[in-house]
């Protein structure tokens, strides 16, 4: 069975540092993608990040990082230089064939 | 700019009544997912829509019903509503050779 796990249910940043979200997940595939989503108070769901699994090159949006560990199954997020409106729930997920399956969140605070 | 709109995003429903969300996409987009969000659940893919006139059941099926009814709509029908669907519902659509989903502002729905 596909799963995704995210073992921080919270975390917290001082402003202007540096986090790193976890998340594993497990498959048999060898074809997938991996996702990470933020979901502010609002609700919507934006993606901030995407992961192809044949590519080796670690993903890189502006702040957002991630460090995929293939072989460990492991996609964690990095985010540098926090600001306060990156505070929200972040969604791991992963994508084989047509489904979609996400983590249980990690609720990110940010500390002023 | 509307990419994915859920109606209604707020309603309140008492045990037994039924209800339809209605989800559309301007996107041209193939493929359209119904998933529910529970507290330290993540997300759960209710339903699948590859294509119009195709639905499959995903991960929570179970006590409910959806139509495509054309390329941009995707509604969700609950008949007989129970506390226990007490959640955020979230609509999605993904291009068919597109790998990212993009998601809905989500419907809250309380069943009193």
């Known amino acids: 069975a596909q799963t995704v796990t995210q073992s921080q249910p919270e975390m917290s940043v001082q402003e202007a540092e540096t986090v790193t979200l976890s998340c594993t997940y497990d498959?048999?595939?060898?074809?997938?993608?991996l996702f990470w989503y933020k979901q502010p108070p609002s609700r919507q769901m934006i993606l901030v990040i995407r992961?192809?699994?044949?590519?080796?090159q670690n993903a890189t949006e502006n702040r957002f990082s991630v460090n995929f560990q293939k072989a460990a199954k492991s996609f964690s997020l990095k985010i540098s230089d926090s600001q306060l409106g990156d505070a929200a729930m972040y969604f791991c997920?992963?994508?084989?064939?047509?489904?979609?399956?996400f983590g249980t969140g990690t609720r990110l605070k940010v500390l002023a | 700019n509307a990419g994915v709109t859920q109606t209604p995003k707020f309603q309140v429903l008492k045990t037994g009544q039924s209800m339809t969300l209605q989800c559309a996409q301007d996107?041209?987009?193939?493929?359209m997912y119904w998933y529910r969000q529970d507290p330290g659940m993540g997300l759960r893919l209710i339903y699948y829509s590859a294509s119009e006139g195709t639905t499959d059941k995903g991960e929570v099926p179970n006590g409910y019903n959806v139509s495509r009814l054309n390329k941009r709509e995707f509604s969700l029908r609950l008949e007989s509503a129970a506390p226990s669907q007490t959640s955020v519902y979230f609509c999605a659509s993904r291009e068919s050779s597109g790998n990212t989903i993009y998601f809905g502002e989500g419907s809250w729905l309380t069943v009193v």
């Open positions: 996107m041209n987009h193939n493929s």
């Open positions: 997920a992963s994508k084989i064939t047509y489904k979609y399956i």
């Open positions: 498959t048999s595939e060898s074809d997938y993608y």
């Open positions: 992961q192809e699994a044949y590519k080796q």
